[in-house]
């Protein structure tokens, strides 16, 4: 059975910095498109960062030199380092895992609130 256990969020003041974990059971990190997704209240889930191990990872323009992703795989972990937080960055946020022929994979989400 596959699982996607997020952990690391928080309430944290703007300008502070929180790293949320997914930590993967049940499938090889190594071999999916690992993501994390945010989905504020009343708005559509969004695509945060995306990392492979062939490419370099990608980012959504607003949080573009704020916010790092990161894979530890023989941990079978992959981290979102987020530094700079504003209070738009409040969401829920999501781990997934896809892979291509592969049934796509996503955590339960973990809370992040930036408010002072």
């Known amino acids: 059975q596959v699982q996607l256990v997020e952990s690391g969020g928080g309430l944290v003041q703007p300008g502070g910095s929180l790293r949320l974990s997914c930590a993967a059971s049940g499938i090889i990190t190594s071999l999916y498109v690992m993501r994390w997704y945010r989905q504020a209240p009343g708005k559509q889930r969004e695509l945060v960062a995306t990392?492979?191990?062939?490419?370099?990872?990608n980012y959504a323009d607003s949080v573009k030199g704020r916010f790092t992703i990161s894979r530890d795989n023989p941990k079978n972990t992959v981290y979102l380092q987020m530094n700079s937080l504003k209070p738009e960055d409040t969401a829920v946020y999501y781990c997934?895992?896809?892979?291509?022929?592969?049934?796509?994979?996503w955590g339960q989400g973990t809370q992040v609130t930036v408010s002072s």
């Open positions: 997934n895992a896809l892979r291509y022929g592969y049934r796509e994979h």
């Open positions: 990392t492979t191990s062939s490419v370099q990872p």
